[in-house]
């Protein structure tokens, strides 16, 4: 049988089975709000889970990992290798740097408002999906089993939507392919979350956890409220990047002792809620509610001289 490395992952388990099994009785029994409002929430679940076990194996065992990644890729609409090339290889090796394909101030500049929220998943797509092809293509000739693994995800994706379609296509949206896409637009979002105003310049560079110097750790923001029990300590980001294969269950504590005093204060809010209507909403019409920019200011060139 296989084992969980971790105990708390039966949080994740539970959210895994529950998101389809709703899903599956709404199906049978029609729609009824609470449940749908359910479903909703699990599905950004689901993108933690996703990110989590790309991170840290939830199983001792090969075979019971690849089951969980064609399960994931089942329940998130999406094949779950892309956290590799996208996330991995991209943004934990860049942290919000120049370099990272999806950095928030790449689209318009340094923004943090809720039109820049919005329009950032779609933006993020239009610059991953290059670099994913790219890193298949580059996959295929130096390892054309794991790339056909990466086939057989789009092969389980694409086929569940094309059968339950088939089924009942009214259904298939409403149950399976919104909800999916709702939990996809907060997975890419919630790099917006993290990131829009925090320090992406080339200056920061990893530090020791005994150094005390905060320049190198202000590339992200962390929010201390309900959104990390509930979402695996999705919240505590700063953590996370400095200890990427830390289980999440360590990253309170991790926050806690070694991070959170490192951080300029801007960057550590409370509820993620609360900080959205503060910037997104009341920010749109009183400037002191706005975030500031924790990026360094370019030096201005004057041309007159030349």
């Known amino acids: 049988m296989p084992r969980l490395r971790h105990f708390r992952d039966w949080q994740s388990l539970a959210y895994l089975v529950a998101l389809p099994a709703l899903a599956a009785w709404q199906w049978v029994h029609g729609f009824w709000w609470p449940l749908y409002a359910l479903m909703l929430f699990l599905t950004l679940g689901i993108g933690v889970i996703h990110h989590n076990h790309t991170h840290l194996r939830m199983w001792h065992g090969r075979w019971a990992n ?4 064609l399960y994931i890729t089942l329940l998130q609409g999406h094949p779950t290798f892309v956290f590799w090339p996208a996330h991995v290889a991209n943004h934990h090796r860049h942290r919000h740097g120049e370099r990272d394909v999806a950095r928030t101030y790449r689209f318009g500049g340094d923004t943090n408002h809720l039109w820049g929220y919005l329009l950032h998943p779609l933006q993020a797509v239009f610059v991953l999906y290059p670099h994913i092809l790219g890193w298949l293509a580059a996959l295929r000739r130096r390892g054309p089993g794991a790339f056909r693994y990466c086939m057989a995800q789009y092969a389980v994706w694409l086929g569940s939507w094309a059968l339950l379609l088939a089924i009942d296509w009214r259904r298939a949206l409403l149950f399976v392919i919104v909800p999916q896409l709702h939990g996809l637009h907060w997975l890419l ?5 993290q990131h829009a105003h925090a320090d992406g310049s080339p200056r920061r560079e990893k530090v020791a956890p005994g150094d005390t110097q905060r320049g190198a750790l202000n590339y992200a923001r962390n929010f201390e409220g309900l959104v990390n029990p509930l979402l695996f300590n999705i919240g505590l980001h700063t953590a996370h990047h400095e200890n990427p ?7 309170t504590r991790l926050h806690r002792d070694t991070y959170r005093e490192r951080v ?4 550590n809010e409370g509820g993620l809620l609360p900080y959205m209507f503060r910037v997104f909403v009341l920010g749109a019409v009183v400037p002191r509610f706005r975030s500031r920019s924790l990026m360094p200011a370019r ?8």
């Open 66 to 69: 690849r089951a969980t990644d």
């Open 189 to 193: 979002a919630t790099n917006y979350l």
């Open 245 to 251: 294969h830390a289980h999440w269950s360590d990253l």
């Open 264 to 267: 300029d204060p801007a960057l």
């Open 299 to 306: 030096p201005v060139v004057d041309l007159s001289s030349h």
